[in-house]
């Protein structure tokens, strides 16, 4: 038994790192129909559903989002905005159109 187990071990280790191993990407870089680094976008404010606030862009085709946190790495929940909201000019900085 004990034989059977380290043989699955040793044959599931290998596959479980090749993920690892895969091609690196820059994900600081648009990479759609308008290329460009995401600092030329413009970032918004989405408020979820607990009043906390998360960076939000888009640019007509792909969408960012993060959590808006402080210095210390805790939630920024400001109130800035009923959850579920979305403030600021998100979809600014892209030539894109976006029908929605």
Not at 37 to 58: F, K, N, R, T
Request: with cysteine; proline share 7%.
């Amino acid at each position: 038994m004990r034989t059977a187990k380290t043989a699955l071990l040793l044959t599931a280790l290998p596959l479980a790192l090749a993920g690892c191993l895969g091609e690196k990407i820059d994900k600081t870089v648009d990479r759609g129909f308008d290329s460009k680094d995401l600092s030329q976008l413009q970032a918004g404010i989405w408020i979820d559903p607990v009043g906390c606030d998360h960076w939000i862009i888009d640019d007509g085709v792909e969408g960012y989002l993060s959590q808006r946190l402080d210095r210390y790495g805790k939630p920024v929940c400001s109130g800035a905005a009923p959850p579920n909201t979305a403030i600021g000019d998100f979809k600014g900085g892209s030539a894109f159109p976006d029908p929605i």
